[in-house]
């Protein structure tokens, strides 16, 4: 059973704090994401990779950087984190680079900036 | 990039109705479009998925059916249970890629007893 994990799962943080989220698959698996869910909003990519040391943007990327140091392993940074950077992060991850791969989600961390 | 659309955004119905919901995609290239189903404080999950090549597509009592002329998806479930109720999302992936989808803004499906 494909197992992604998030290593928080509530945070509070301060506006202009650095804040790291973590994710980690244990499936081998190539393609790593993150995402941002808001209601009324859906789910909304923010950064993907697709190797290690590899990312590419997604549709809303900005405040936002990524780290895949490792196969296994893809971290979110906010460098400076901000109030409507509240929101609900879903990590996740797909076996391989062919079209139409399952995406695994992680339980999701919930952010709050105060 | 892509776009697209769900509705509708909030649906209830009777145990034992069906439930459709509709999207709609922009990106021509698009070939691989999923439905995620997320219950209350979990993790969306894949419950079907279809491709380009195929039109309908059946698991028990969920269906979907794909209209590649007129971009459009639907999800449809029949004889709904309470344990239905969820947010479900429609996707698509975007020109074709092999990484990014697209997702719709989500329906809350409330299956009333």
């Known amino acids: 059973d494909v197992k992604v994990t998030q290593s928080s799962r509530y945070l509070v943080k301060r506006t202009g704090e650095k804040v790291f989220l973590e994710c980690v698959q244990d499936?081998?698996?190539?393609?790593m994401f993150w995402y941002r869910q808001d209601p009324g909003l859906g789910l909304r990519l923010i950064y993907f990779s697709y190797d290690v040391k590899m990312k590419e943007k997604g549709d809303i990327p900005e405040g936002y950087s990524v780290s895949r140091e490792k196969k296994e392993r893809f971290s979110l940074i906010l460098e400076s984190a901000s109030t409507n950077q509240t929101s609900m992060y879903l990590c996740?991850?797909?076996?391989?680079?062919?079209?139409?791969?399952?995406?695994?989600f992680g339980e999701g961390s919930w952010l709050t900036v105060v | 990039g892509e776009n697209v659309e769900q509705h509708p955004s909030t649906l209830s119905v009777q145990e034992g109705d069906s439930a459709v919901i509709k999207c709609t995609y922009s990106d021509s290239a698009s070939n691989y479009f999923p439905w995620y189903k997320q219950e209350l404080g979990k993790r969306p999950q894949l419950i079907i998925d279809?491709?380009?090549?195929?039109g309908e597509k059946k698991d028990q009592r969920i269906a979907v059916t794909l209209n590649k002329t007129a971009k459009h998806f639907s999800l449809h479930i029949t004889e709904t249970q309470p344990e239905d109720s969820a947010v479900y999302f429609c996707?698509?992936?975007?020109?074709?890629?092999?990484?990014?989808?697209?997702f719709g803004k989500g329906t809350l499906l409330t299956v009333n007893p």
């Open positions: 996740a991850s797909s076996l391989t680079a062919s079209s139409g791969n399952t995406i695994y």
């Open positions: 499936m081998d698996h190539e393609n």
């Open positions: 996707a698509a992936n975007s020109g074709g890629s092999n990484y990014k989808l697209t």
């Open positions: 279809i491709r380009s090549n195929v």
